[in-house]
């Protein structure tokens, strides 16, 4: 279901260089940043092993060119005054500077216990830091062996060693606190990367913004290698965003707007504090997070202390580390189960602790369980759904036991610490008995106005401490620009912040004669400028599939000579370079009616099929087909001569596993083939289009429209497809020469998505189909067809448990034919030509109500001939 994700940065600033080597990847997820500071993704697919530098940047530049030029502008105005600004390309010409207004130290802790390979990559990650002044800590909590501290030892001089053998992680985190030989204490843990810029970033807004007590950052998966790994991104990861955020609690009364959800402003894995404010709020609980019967919470619940004791948290994205997810899936579903205990087990630490919000706790804690946990097993139990069902399950059953564990966990961590007791140390180990008592600053009220000349170098604003709000008028020496307010909480006013409000809502208007133009003038000509500075001078190259892949096109064909000869000559024709084995599967073969045709054709291939039905016949020509892609087509179809080409080229995406084109009509000469386009034909649009498994869950309240994307008449599959577990090759029950009489395609097509794989439509790769020319013919065509429409939805109803597809057939065909009978009748009564008769209306209706007893007889004709392959 999920392939291997390459993860890479792409820094604007370097130049523009090509990813390869990606050979057995489904696709890149790339880092955008500039100057080291991180804007966002971008996912792309790998295109023969490769990800080209122009594609890179361009969808780079489509995606988050509004967001460059902000940070740019934002990066300018900090820099330099305005009155130096030389227009839009002078953004590009310097960089943001490094230095702080000072630089303290900083111990950098990294809690670990039997991890060694992990904790060697985190502690050479640190050892590349760009910032100075830093005290390395390895706490070594509860080791069954003395690796760990052999390894800091021997290899890492710079880096102290202590071992905390009280097991848990906040122990571990608290020994810290008293080790610590900095002002400022960043926590992160052994399996982490951290960036070159993690520890400056942190600095700089500790600096900057004296009244911040505590700052998390940003954390990204470091790779995506495997099932596990991709399933806890899309499960939420540790991702918070790349927009930095400014938390405090304001006018909290009984905790009724206190945002409890504290997972939101950032992990563990990233946080840092001033060493003072564990003097003011208490040290970390050790009854919770890892090592504990809790599993987990500890960080979530420094977070919620931090803010409940009205201090300032800031979410900073530019303090970016990289974790490394759980590799295998039983580690995952154990990590899954493990958050639903700490998050709960939190939430009653917290009740106990404050009890004025144990209400409000208790109301958040029932809303995230029915909001979070049981609307997403019942959205899982109505359609299937790309997160395993029991990956809900785990954390749904870990918040109904976190309920309970804390208690068990407090008494747990009184008895670790009577045992472990030294008089000296007893005031430590105590605290979690105790509730802190802070040193709240006294409430702000009132507006301050001030002004800022952007003329001038941007300089913080410090002198509204007794305001809750201050209006800002913006200004040069000759110009107004405008006002902004700015919620500072009777707090200082950073200068990071000024430049972001200020570039917010002034924005291009800073540049001479900007207001003579539109707002959309402005940022065209703007985001021009960005265009030029950081796209690739050469031009994108096409891609091509390599002619090493080779083809097999599939023609299943019964007593049609005249057709088939047809078909044949233009698949013979065909202009290409690569190998193309043509098989045509005789699905009739007593007739004797299809090897002479096939015998005026060297080279191609006939294979007989005695067993009736399309789904037989195309399986056993995919059976004798050795190719890499296999297309398919039918003996009414006509194809041009570049339509190989054009069908197999988007294989160069290495997660496209199915590719159809449209299908056009060969004629309209009759009655019968002008109603068969009206009632929707085999063509589609004349648009690209591609989907996955987002498309496949988009639909909530109707079945996924797989019969959208094309048909088999026209369709090439990467020939991997028909031997994976969970797809297999052309269900048997469905398609033509069954008695279900359609559909197999559509089954197919549902299997590629629902396991997470790419299908392309591409209606440059064109056909030509021979509608029916009778209209006897053509209403056996719409009976069949809406057949296989129903016994396809009861299939999959049936096989994935998809309540979508009962809601179609109970619901959304019966109201469609409604319509159609009542605008039959409106057209009647008002004696307008009718655009569609009322005996292909009543024919569909038939053909839906015989839908279920046709699936029935399927199954009978299947269990009769048998599923093993039969060919003579």
Not at 95 to 118: A, E, H, M, W, Y
Not at 596 to 603: A, Q
Not at 737 to 745: I, M, N, Q, R, V
Not at 777 to 789: A, C, E, M, T, V
């Amino acid at each position: 279901m999920y392939d291997r994700i390459k993860v890479i940065d792409e820094e604007l600033s370097d130049p523009p260089h090509t990813v390869e080597g990606l050979e057995g990847y489904a696709g890149v997820k790339i880092l955008a940043r500039i100057h080291g500071i991180p804007l966002g993704w971008v996912s792309l697919p790998v295109i023969n092993g490769q990800c080209t530098a122009t594609m890179i940047r361009k969808n780079i530049l489509e995606k988050h060119g509004n967001a460059i030029l902000m940070q740019l502008m934002q990066n300018r105005l900090v820099e330099v005054p305005l009155d130096e600004w030389q227009g839009i390309e002078d953004l590009f010409n310097r960089i943001p500077g490094n230095s702080q207004l000072s630089l303290p130290l900083v111990t950098v802790v990294v809690c670990t216990r039997d991890r060694t390979d992990n904790l060697k990559q985190c502690l050479d990650s640190l050892l590349l830091s760009d910032y100075p002044n830093t005290d390395f800590l390895v706490v070594d909590n509860a080791p069954v062996n003395k690796d760990t501290a052999r390894l800091v030892n021997e290899s890492y001089p710079n880096v102290r060693y202590v071992c905390e053998d009280r097991p848990g992680l906040n122990w571990a985190r608290n020994r810290a606190v008293r080790e610590a030989k900095g002002d400022i204490i960043a926590y992160t843990d052994d399996d982490v990367i951290v960036d070159k810029q993690w520890i400056r970033a942190i600095v700089d807004v500790f600096v900057k913004c004296p009244e911040v007590m505590a700052v998390t950052g940003l954390v990204v998966p470091f790779e995506l290698e495997t099932k596990a790994q991709n399933l806890f991104e899309h499960y939420g990861g540790f991702d918070r965003g790349f927009k930095r955020k400014w938390t405090q609690l304001v006018n909290d009364i009984g905790g009724k707007k206190f945002p409890f959800g504290t997972g939101q402003f950032g992990t563990g894995a990233n946080m840092a504090y001033r060493r003072s404010l564990f003097d003011l709020i208490g040290l970390f609980d050790p009854a919770l997070d890892v090592g504990t019967v809790t599993n987990g919470g500890g960080d979530l619940e420094m977070f919620f202390r931090v803010l409940k004791e009205g201090f300032i948290l800031v979410y900073e994205p530019r303090a970016m580390v990289r974790h490394r997810h759980r590799h295998d899936y039983d580690s995952l579903k154990h990590q899954i189960r493990n958050n639903g205990i700490g998050f709960y087990s939190f939430l009653v630490r917290s009740a106990i602790a404050y009890p004025e919000i144990k209400f409000s706790a208790a109301r958040f804690g029932l809303w995230w369980f029915c909001w979070w946990s049981i609307r997403r097993l019942l959205l899982s139990l109505w359609y299937p759904m790309r997160l395993p069902r029991n990956l809900i399950w785990a954390e749904l059953i870990g918040s109904i036991i976190g309920l309970g564990r804390y208690f068990k966990a407090r008494r747990n961590a009184f008895n670790i610490a009577l045992s472990f007791e030294s008089e000296k140390q007893k005031a430590y180990s105590t605290t979690i008995e105790k509730k802190a008592i802070s040193l709240k600053k006294s409430a702000s009220h009132g507006t301050a106005v001030r002004s800022l000349n952007l003329n001038r170098p941007l300089l913080p604003i410090t002198d509204v401490g007794e305001f809750n709000t201050v209006i800002l008028y913006v200004l040069s020496n000759e110009k107004l620009y405008g006002c902004v307010a700015i919620k500072n909480n009777g707090h200082s006013i950073p200068v990071t912040l000024l430049a972001e409000v200020v570039v917010q809502n002034i924005g291009l208007n800073l540049f001479d004669n900007a207001h003579q133009l539109k707002l959309d003038v402005q940022w065209a000509k703007a985001l021009s400028a960005v265009y030029r500075r950081y796209m690739p001078d050469e031009k994108e190259e096409k891609n091509c599939l390599s002619n090493d892949i080779s083809l097999s096109v599939v023609v299943a064909t019964y007593d049609r000579p005249e057709d088939l000869r047809q078909c044949l000559q233009s698949l013979v024709n065909q202009k290409t370079d690569r190998k193309v084995e043509i098989i045509i599967v005789d699905n009739n073969p007593a007739s004797g009616l299809t090897p002479p045709v096939v015998s005026e054709f060297s080279g191609v291939t006939l294979v007989s099929e005695k067993r009736k039905g399309l789904s037989y016949a195309r399986n056993t020509g995919i059976l004798k087909s050795a190719a890499d892609i296999v297309a398919t087509t039918d003996d009414d179809v006509v194809a041009p001569p570049d339509w190989i080409e054009k069908l197999v080229t988007p294989f160069v995406q290495n997660d496209v596993m199915v590719v159809t084109g449209n299908v056009l009509p060969y004629e309209l000469k009759s009655t019968a083939q002008l109603l068969f386009e009206r009632y929707g034909g085999l063509g589609r649009n004349f648009n690209e289009m591609a989907v996955g498994p987002e498309w496949f869950e988009s639909f909530k309240w109707d079945a996924v429209p797989t019969w959208r994307l094309g048909a088999t008449a026209n369709a090439a599959f990467r020939s991997t497809v028909f031997s994976h577990p969970e797809i297999g090759m052309f269900d048997l029950m469905l398609g033509a020469g069954t008695p279900t009489g359609c559909s197999e395609d559509t089954l197919l097509f549902y299997n590629v998505l629902k396991n997470g794989y790419i299908i392309k439509y591409e209606p440059s790769a064109y056909v030509w189909h021979k509608h029916r020319k009778d209209m006897a013919s053509l209403r056996k065509q719409i009976y069949n067809y809406s057949k296989g429409h129903i016994a396809y939805h009861l299939l999959v109803f049936c096989r994935n448990m998809d309540f979508r597809a009962i809601l179609r057939i109970l619901y959304t065909l019966p109201y469609w034919h409604l319509r159609q009978l009542y605008r039959y009748i409106k057209f009647a009564i008002k004696r307008r030509p009718q655009p569609y008769p009322l005996q292909l209306i009543l024919c569909e209706i038939k053909g839906h109500l015989a839908g279920p007893w046709s699936l029935w007889q399927s199954w009978r004709h299947v269990k009769r001939l048998g599923k093993g392959q039969n060919t003579t």
